[in-house]
């Protein structure tokens, strides 16, 4: 029988984790620390659509992101308007 602890991560979502940290590091400073903070903070906890929009904004490219996050644009996807919403907050 192999015991598995709760709440630690498997050598695989280790993986993933480690990828999406390298991820979040952008050419911005403030947009490092908003998206480490969420992943650090919001993404294990979040639900599986808010983690998809959550990665899909990682795809974007960072003036894109900083309007976002300056409320001067707003992404078309609702629930990536909500990580934008939860990433806003979180930089106040």
């Given at each position: 029988?192999t015991y598995t602890a709760p ?63 300056m409320g001067r644009e707003r992404?078309s996807d609702p629930d990536q ?12």
């Amino acid at each position: 029988m192999t015991y598995t602890a709760p709440n630690v991560p498997t050598a695989t979502e280790s993986q993933a984790l480690a990828r999406l940290r390298w991820r979040c590091r952008r050419g911005m400073r403030e947009l490092d620390v908003v998206f480490q903070r969420y992943l650090d903070n919001d993404y294990a906890h979040a639900p599986e659509a808010e983690r998809r929009a959550f990665e899909a904004l990682l795809e974007q490219q960072d003036p894109q992101l900083l309007a976002y996050l300056m409320g001067r644009e707003r992404p078309s996807d609702p629930d990536q308007v909500h990580v934008v919403a939860k990433l806003s907050h979180a930089r106040s």
